[in-house]
């Protein structure tokens, strides 16, 4: 189960790396069309507006597991170190509860597009939940990664 977990974390990371490479492609393409060729294109802001949302919210896990996210710890690197593990271990399960009710609404707006086949307004037509899938697997990816921190700092308590 941890294989699969940190497996979800690398590709959720990997996926959100190529959005980056994707996004410098298209606003490379963008500018060649418009100032050589003379020729702008339609859709480049709506595409690079969906490779933002995967950069947002698909690498969420590796960030985590990195320990990359903002945190205020002035207080917590005070305490003893059973009672730090215990808050971080805290911390942990308010972002895997936090994280699963956005993967759990936010895979209800997804099923909701793609059942009513809701596409962009654009000239693309561009189905709806595609864009809006980077968000509930972001955070599906996140609230494993802090389940998989509870179960670590449970381990380390008991000794194992």
């Known amino acids: 189960m941890m294989f699969l977990i940190r497996a979800l974390s690398l590709v959720t990371y990997r996926v959100a790396q190529v959005s980056i490479v994707g996004t410098l492609a298209v606003v490379t393409g963008e500018v060649v069309a418009r100032y050589i060729f003379n020729s702008p294109t339609q859709s480049s802001l709506e595409i690079t507006e969906y490779f933002l949302v ?23 690197n005070l305490l003893p170190e059973r009672v730090k593990r ?4 805290a911390s942990a399960v308010i972002t895997a509860i936090f994280s699963f009710l956005v993967f759990w609404f936010g ?16 000239l693309m037509a561009f ?9 509930p697997l972001g ?3 996140l609230a494993c990664q802090a389940t998989l921190t509870i179960v670590d700092s449970d381990r380390s308590d008991v000794g194992i």
């Open 86 to 89: 215990h808050c971080l271990t």
């Open 107 to 122: 895979m209800g707006m997804t099923l909701h597009a793609f059942e009513s086949q809701t596409a962009s307004s654009s």
């Open 54 to 76: 995967a950069m947002g919210f698909l690498p969420l896990a590796m960030i985590y597991q990195r320990g990359g996210h903002v945190s205020v710890d002035l207080v917590v």
């Open 139 to 141: 955070f599906l990816a």
């Open 127 to 135: 189905p709806m939940w595609i864009a809006y899938l980077p968000i």
